[in-house]
């Protein structure tokens, strides 16, 4: 991620915009296409797993694993606000003694992180510009599942997407969000051995589990 990337990062996810996703994660529970991944993940089996959550904000997807039996789960978060929300809940929901957060972007930390037994980017592809070095870092992590939530390739999320970039250069915000081409990130996950074993489509987003071929 390039450092304009980043800083316009820590201005869209500010503290305003994730204590009001917060409040809304207590009150509601996670949002609906990290509901679907999280049940998915569990289907394949989370129990006794290590989590590798990148880009998981303040940490939905990993605490809906650890209640469901994963025994550790470390969190990759380049957003300083979502960072400092993830220490909170994780107190909160007392896992703060299974979970290890990384303040950063992955592909700059990914040589100091270990692997896991399920790695999950949860709208993590739609914010980064390098989208071969990020899938190629994290499902190299994955020892057994790789989940995704990320947009389709369809024409009114790439009108969507043209729409917030074109806001962001209005605004001054060097951020700006991606539509990576589905073929494109299922080719780079099933070329390193994986295989699909899920998938659900919404209007706007696609939600994948891949497993790791055995022998």
Not at 56 to 76: D, I, K, S, V
Request: aromatic share 10%.
């Amino acid at each position: 991620m390039t450092c304009c990337q980043c800083q316009g990062a820590e201005s869209v996810f500010s503290g305003w915009h994730v204590r009001r996703e917060l409040r809304r994660y207590r009150r509601s529970g996670p949002r609906p296409t990290t509901r679907i991944l999280i049940d998915a993940l569990k289907a394949e089996g989370a129990e006794g797993a290590t989590i590798l959550d990148i880009g998981g904000g303040f940490g939905a997807l990993h605490h809906g694993l650890l209640e469901a039996g994963a025994t550790r789960a470390t969190g990759a978060e380049a957003a300083t606000a979502y960072l400092e929300a993830a220490y909170d809940e994780a107190k909160r929901q007392g896992h703060a003694d299974r979970v290890d957060y990384r303040h950063g972007d992955f592909v700059s930390l990914a040589d100091e992180l270990g692997p896991a037994e399920i790695v999950a980017l949860d709208r993590v592809i739609c914010c980064y510009p390098d989208m071969d070095a990020l899938v190629t870092l994290s499902v190299g992590k994955a020892r057994r599942l790789y989940g995704l939530v990320y947009p389709r390739d369809v024409w009114w999320t790439k009108m969507g997407h043209r729409l917030l970039n074109f806001l962001f250069r209005l605004t001054g915000n060097p951020f700006r969000v991606f539509i990576h081409p589905t073929r494109s990130v299922d080719a780079l996950v099933r070329g390193a051995g994986l295989r699909r074993l899920f998938q659900h489509e919404t209007i706007s987003w696609q939600v994948v589990v891949y497993g790791r071929e055995t022998s």
